[in-house]
């Protein structure tokens, strides 16, 4: 790690107790800063790495969560720096991101795989309702049912809504972890790279899909041309889809499908 870097994180420390859940935030975006510059300069990066908040940095995001007017957060909720010059692979770090919901990094030269995107699950965690006092030790704490927060609800938060990755360098395949986002991703547009593989069966979880877009890329199955696999006939929600340009055969599954 950097000096700079160790130093810059040391003082996020030391800053109020009102933003100290953005440190590890702001910290693995000083990260994607350094592996998206490496031989470029990004169109707009105002505020990137120059300014402490990382809330207030181009493209950037920030959501808090409130009980009784006093604040919680905030987090980075969305990163967005379409059509930017990004050029470079995402860093491991990037899942530290733990509540992004909204990710376009399209139409950049971003490359490498996207394993790292696949991590980025929902968790639960407590929170009040309005007819609910929880306490302060058990609001925003893990949970598996309402059972564990004393009042409160048991509520999904983060996890991977939107994923737009259209017209990059992206390699690789499209992992059965894709399944880890079957609760909250509702757009897969990884359309326009150069993935390779089959469509992994496991896509068929994501039942909170409405836009799948994998136009353009190099999917099949082994070493041949493959078969859309049956399970994307699992999406209830999806309203667009596009395989084209791929090396896949056979006929769309027919259940519950938009027309293509």
Same mark, same amino acid.
């Given at each position: 790690?950097?000096?700079?870097?160790? @130093?810059?994180?040391?003082? #996020?420390?030391?800053?109020?107790?009102?933003?100290?859940?953005? /440190?590890?935030?702001?910290?693995?975006?000083?990260?994607?800063?350094?592996?998206?510059?490496?031989?470029?300069?990004?169109?707009?990066?105002?505020?990137?790495?120059?300014?402490?908040?990382?809330?207030?940095?181009?493209?950037?995001?920030?959501?808090?969560?409130? $009980?009784?007017?006093?604040?919680?957060?905030?987090?980075?909720?969305?990163? !967005?720096? +379409?059509?930017? !010059?990004?050029?470079?692979?995402? +860093?491991?770090? &990037?899942?530290? #991101?733990?509540?992004?919901? $909204? @990710?376009?990094?399209?139409?950049?030269?971003?490359?490498?795989? /996207?394993?790292?995107? =696949?991590?980025?699950?929902?968790?639960?965690?407590?929170?009040?309702?309005?007819?609910?006092?929880? +306490?302060?030790?058990? &609001?925003?704490?893990?949970?598996?049912?309402? *059972?564990?927060? #004393?009042?409160?609800?048991?509520?999904?938060?983060?996890?991977?809504?939107? /994923? $737009?990755?259209?017209?990059?360098?992206?390699?690789?395949?499209?992992?059965?972890?894709?399944?880890?986002?079957?609760?909250?991703?509702?757009?897969?547009? *990884?359309?326009?790279? %150069?993935?390779?593989?089959?469509?992994?069966?496991?896509?068929?979880? @994501?039942?909170? =899909?409405? %836009?799948?877009?994998?136009?353009?890329? !190099?999917? $099949?199955?082994?070493?041949?041309?493959?078969?859309?696999?049956?399970?994307?006939?699992? =999406?209830?929600?999806?309203?667009?889809?596009?395989?084209? &340009?791929? *090396?896949?055969?056979?006929? @769309?599954?027919?259940?519950? =499908?938009?027309?293509?």
């Amino acid at each position: 790690m950097s000096s700079w870097l160790l @130093l810059y994180i040391i003082v #996020l420390a030391l800053a109020s107790s009102s933003t100290a859940y953005t /440190i590890s935030d702001c910290s693995a975006l000083v990260s994607f800063y350094q592996a998206m510059t490496v031989n470029t300069k990004w169109t707009t990066s105002t505020g990137w790495v120059t300014t402490d908040d990382c809330c207030s940095w181009y493209g950037v995001t920030c959501s808090y969560s409130t $009980r009784n007017g006093t604040g919680f957060g905030p987090w980075v909720s969305a990163l !967005q720096l +379409p059509n930017n !010059q990004l050029s470079g692979y995402l +860093p491991s770090s &990037f899942s530290l #991101l733990s509540r992004l919901e $909204r @990710l376009d990094l399209s139409h950049n030269k971003v490359k490498g795989d /996207i394993s790292v995107l =696949l991590q980025m699950k929902a968790s639960s965690v407590c929170i009040d309702t309005a007819t609910s006092q929880i +306490p302060d030790t058990v &609001f925003e704490s893990a949970c598996n049912s309402d *059972l564990n927060c #004393l009042g409160g609800v048991c509520s999904v938060v983060g996890g991977l809504k939107e /994923i $737009r990755l259209s017209d990059n360098m992206l390699n690789g395949t499209i992992g059965e972890e894709i399944s880890n986002l079957f609760k909250t991703l509702t757009i897969l547009d *990884l359309s326009a790279n %150069e993935l390779t593989g089959p469509i992994p069966a496991m896509i068929g979880t @994501l039942t909170q =899909l409405v %836009e799948l877009n994998l136009y353009y890329n !190099q999917l $099949r199955l082994s070493n041949s041309s493959g078969p859309i696999p049956e399970m994307i006939g699992m =999406l209830v929600k999806l309203k667009y889809l596009n395989v084209a &340009f791929n *090396l896949l055969n056979g006929t @769309l599954p027919s259940q519950n =499908l938009p027309p293509v």
